[in-house]
């Protein structure tokens, strides 16, 4: 009998010892998937941020180079300044529009007699914002590319007298898309203002709605994820996705980052991602 009993204490013990050795392993267990998710979210971070500066820088520097125009709108020959201007941007063409409709381009292209830019997007637009304007993409009546103007008023006796612009080719943008792949279905895209597609790896994508080409991602879900700057979840062709969206300074348009979770491992998380954002930022 006191075997028995001494035999049910051992139990007993090993029982509580592999109660408590199973707590352990859980609680283990959780904080190494809260410091995996922890990790996560820092690279995504950092690598979306290094390629949102990347873009901003692009889009900044063309702008820089149009509004470096505007003291020469008032020439009566403004070729120098506008092939000085095309070198500079690598743009596609470079013009000015006038507000008694006048318009000079860099491009010797066939235009319309009656072409009047006061009535064009980019005219419009910059002169809409009074500031720096960027066009939604549109395919190049001569490139036959993508294309996004970027514009910008020149002021005269308090109204605009003129409008300096640009057209300049997606496709340096659209590399950097298709280069940031942390994992091997990883796919990132530009998403405008108004929730539309405009800048994507694949050119079928360009100017449809966000849940058109991504039905798992929601333009409200981009919203909340650019304001709180934390990642979201989402899915994709039947695939859970961790998203990131990161907002592209100097522009109307956000970074968005689509990660298949099922490709990230909790041991060496993101190997590539690390050392995609140690040569942006390095």
């Known amino acids: 009998m006191i075997a028995t009993l001494k035999g049910r204490v051992v139990m007993a013990a090993l029982a509580v010892t592999a109660i408590g050795l199973a707590a352990v392993a859980s609680v283990i267990l959780f904080a190494t998937q809260r410091g995996a998710t922890e990790t996560l979210q820092s690279d995504l971070k950092q690598v979306a941020q290094a390629n949102a500066t990347e873009i901003s820088n692009w889009a900044v520097s063309k702008q820089l180079v149009v509004k470096s125009l505007m003291p020469a709108v008032t020439k009566e020959d403004l070729s120098n300044e506008l092939a000085a201007a095309q070198t500079a941007g690598d743009f596609d063409d470079v013009y000015v529009g006038y507000a008694d409709r006048r318009a000079t381009f860099f491009q010797k292209r066939q235009r319309a007699a009656d072409y009047d830019p006061t009535k064009r997007g980019w005219y419009i637009g ?99 994820l650019s304001d709180s700057g934390t990642t979201g979840e989402s899915s994709r062709d039947g695939r859970e996705q961790t998203v990131l969206v990161t907002k592209v300074d100097g522009t109307p348009w956000r970074l968005v980052i689509l990660v298949d979770t099922g490709e990230v491992s909790l041991t060496g998380i993101f190997e590539p991602f690390r050392d995609r954002r140690n040569r942006a930022t390095g």
């Open 126 to 224: 910059a002169a809409k914002a009074n500031g720096p304007f960027i066009s939604k993409p549109y395919v190049g009546a001569g490139s036959k590319k993508l294309t996004v103007t970027f514009a910008a008023p020149v002021n005269a006796n308090g109204t605009v007298g003129a409008v300096v612009a640009a057209d300049v080719l997606m496709e340096s943008v659209q590399k950097t898309l298709a280069a940031i792949r942390p994992t091997s279905s990883s796919l990132a895209f530009l998403e405008g203002a108004d929730g539309t597609v405009i800048a994507h790896p694949n050119d079928e994508a360009v100017l449809k709605t966000v849940d058109q080409v991504f039905p798992g991602v929601t333009a409200g879900q981009i919203d909340r």
